[in-house]
């Protein structure tokens, strides 16, 4: 139309980091496919997560840390969409934005590579005081506790920085990091163990891509709302819920695991002491299976933990949300509070 989104380039912000490129273009790719007579064009920054590579994560303490300066460009209609890495992105965004899309979700599990000495082993099959890099409490927590013959250390920087730290030094046996990242950059030839949940559940939103926009711009939200994948939406949903329940971060260790199966959402949720010996772990289950009503009206851009979804069944979200804040509050029942405040000011100190 002419004046509508046709007329005019549509914008789409990006981190630079490779991984962040691979991910946008993959988002614009399908967004071409769907709307052949759009021209997109990516914008490439910076942001503050990027920039300071010498401190641990959970020290810095900035919820939007890959997220702000992408958030102020869409702000400054600098850009239209912003492609994010849906665990980047913290429960409650900032008021006027959404994520207008939750992309089909890649294998959300934590992998293990290896340093090329100790090829073909596992994480039970390295010497004894191995050195293992994470950057994750989430996931020191738990294989901590599942491997105490091994060491965690922090490693930060993009997966290119890491793997080559762990390449070309000897201070690390094996790093972990998220399978669907390894995916996405073309190397799923160096994971040398997948972490299964029982090993390790995995990060709220791990393995899925979102799209954030201004809440407001109805036309690009209708444009991108197509990208949804329902089955990932409303496992996302529950997850989000359940961390924003439990007012979880990147400085305390809590972790998921979901099922979606036969019209069952199966959602499992764990919070842990840093070191992993405390922990508190349970699952809960809800029926999802509900048609897709004409919602028009009122309550028409319902934002459920920052994601609207058209197109996925209202009464299905409601239901995946609600499941993550019972489960969450089961947890807060049995003294999840205490294990996290304390795991926050360890970590704060």
């Known amino acids: 139309g002419e004046n ?16 962040a490129r691979i991910q946008t273009d993959s988002v614009v790719e399908m967004l071409r496919e769907l709307y ?18 010498d401190t641990a994560l959970s020290k810095i303490g900035e919820k939007s840390l890959f997220t702000k ?4 460009a869409l702000e400054r209609n600098e850009v239209d969409l912003v492609v994010h890495s849906l665990k980047d ?20 599990l934590d992998a293990v590579v290896f340093h090329p000495k100790n ?10 005081k191995s050195v293992i890099g994470t950057s994750s409490l989430r996931r020191a927590a738990q294989l901590k506790k599942k491997f105490p013959q091994l060491e965690f250390r922090d490693i930060r920087g993009n997966l290119n920085t890491r793997l080559k730290k762990l390449d070309e030094k000897e201070d690390f046996s094996a790093i972990i990091l998220a399978a669907a990242g390894l995916k996405r950059m073309g190397w799923e030839n160096r994971i040398g163990q997948l972490l299964s949940p029982e090993d390790c559940l995995y990060a709220v939103g791990q393995g899925a891509l979102a799209v954030e926009v201004r809440a407001k711009d109805q036309e690009i939200l209708n444009m991108v709302s197509a990208l949804h994948d329902a089955d990932t939406v409303l496992r996302c949903i529950a997850e989000r819920a359940f961390m924003k329940r439990l007012e979880g971060g990147c ?35 809800t029926s999802v299976h509900y048609p897709q009503q004409n919602e028009d009206g009122p309550n028409d851009d319902v934002q459920r933990v920052g994601i609207t979804a058209k ?3 209202g009464q299905a979200q409601e239901a995946a949300e609600n499941l993550g804040v019972e489960l969450a509050s089961l947890l807060l029942s049995k003294g999840a509070k205490h294990i996290l405040s304390v795991a926050r000011q360890l970590n704060d100190a």
């Open 69 to 72: 300066e992408l958030e102020n």
């Open 119 to 128: 090829c073909g082993k596992t994480l039970s099959l390295l010497p004894e």
């Open 36 to 53: 052949p007579d759009l021209h997109f064009e990516i914008v490439a920054m910076s942001t503050t997560g990027d920039k300071i590579l």
């Open 4 to 19: 509508g989104v046709g007329s005019r380039a549509v914008r789409v912000g990006t981190r630079r980091s490779q991984l």
């Open 89 to 108: 992105l913290p429960t409650s965004l900032p008021p006027g934005f959404t994520i207008g899309a939750v992309c089909k979700r890649e294998n959300p």
């Open 251 to 285: 400085s305390v260790p809590v972790a998921v695991n979901t099922v979606l199966k036969d019209g069952q959402l199966y959602l499992t949720g764990a919070v842990y002491s840093l070191d992993g010996s405390d922990s508190l772990k349970e699952t809960m289950q």
């Open 311 to 313: 197109n996925v069944p």
